[in-house]
């Protein structure tokens, strides 16, 4: 009998998640290094300003030396929020490079404290960057289950370019994926 695509996806996470926890430091900063260049070729191309990012949880790749770079360029770095009232979904908020300004939200993970006056329209988002459970060749995302980023995507327009970052082997050929997953455009591993 086949597997459901559930247990299929749910153990896909599993094992990549084992993988991503067993990654030496080195082997973290220098995939982390090594998506600059290809993240900034089309950042370049696209001539974006507004840049959502996201803070590294459970050994996710680390975008913050990417983040630096841009902050350097004088571009708008966004971090996403658990949105208060709309469940599951997520809001954007300016990141001012504070540590102070950030607390953990009930997931464990980093989030800049909510402040309506930092808060970016969806719409005025350039490029979104987007951790990764697994993906596959054809750009689709699996995530750690929650469907944040699947609820939050399919609310913005198409001009917005949505780019997975992950490690290799976080690759495979092919994913289980279910009709709301979102996709991404482009996908750069470390
Ligand atoms: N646009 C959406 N509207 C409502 N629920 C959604 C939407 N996208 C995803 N979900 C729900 O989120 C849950 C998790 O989605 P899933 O794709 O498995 O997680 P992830 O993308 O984090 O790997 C699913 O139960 C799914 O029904
Ligand atoms: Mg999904």
């Given at each position: 009998?086949?597997?459901?695509?559930?247990?299929?996806?749910?153990?896909l996470?599993q094992?990549?998640?084992?993988?991503?926890?067993?990654?030496?430091?080195?082997?973290?900063?220098?995939?982390?290094?090594?998506?600059?260049?290809?993240?900034?070729?089309?950042?370049?191309?696209?001539?974006?300003?507004?840049?959502?990012?996201?803070?590294?949880?459970?050994?996710?790749?680390?975008?913050?030396?990417?983040?630096?770079?841009?902050?350097?360029?004088?571009?708008?770095?966004?971090?996403?929020?658990?949105h208060?009232?709309?469940?599951?979904?997520?809001?954007?908020?300016?990141?001012?490079?504070?540590?102070?300004?950030?607390?953990?939200?009930?997931?464990?993970?980093?989030?800049?404290?909510?402040?309506?006056?930092?808060?970016?329209?969806?719409?005025?988002?350039?490029?979104?960057?987007?951790?990764?459970?697994?993906?596959?060749?054809?750009?689709?995302?699996?995530?750690?289950?929650?469907?944040?980023?699947?609820?939050?995507?399919?609310q913005?327009?198409?001009?917005?370019?949505?780019?997975?970052?992950?490690?290799?082997?976080?690759?495979?050929?092919?994913?289980?994926?279910?009709?709301?997953?979102?996709?991404?455009?482009?996908?750069?591993?470390?």
């Amino acid at each position: 009998m086949q597997e459901s695509i559930q247990s299929q996806r749910q153990q896909l996470r599993q094992i990549m998640r084992n993988k991503r926890l067993n990654l030496s430091e080195q082997e973290q900063i220098q995939a982390s290094n090594s998506i600059i260049v290809p993240a900034m070729a089309l950042i370049e191309k696209y001539k974006a300003t507004n840049f959502a990012f996201y803070l590294p949880f459970n050994n996710e790749i680390c975008p913050l030396p990417l983040i630096n770079e841009l902050s350097a360029q004088q571009k708008q770095i966004y971090l996403p929020v658990l949105h208060p009232f709309s469940k599951g979904n997520l809001l954007f908020i300016r990141y001012d490079n504070c540590k102070k300004s950030l607390k953990l939200n009930r997931f464990g993970i980093l989030e800049p404290v909510l402040n309506v006056q930092k808060i970016l329209p969806l719409n005025q988002l350039d490029i979104i960057f987007t951790p990764l459970v697994a993906c596959d060749k054809s750009g689709n995302r699996l995530g750690m289950g929650g469907g944040f980023y699947d609820r939050t995507l399919a609310q913005t327009s198409s001009n917005l370019i949505k780019i997975g970052l992950g490690y290799k082997f976080q690759q495979v050929d092919k994913l289980p994926v279910e009709h709301w997953d979102m996709p991404l455009d482009y996908i750069i591993l470390g």
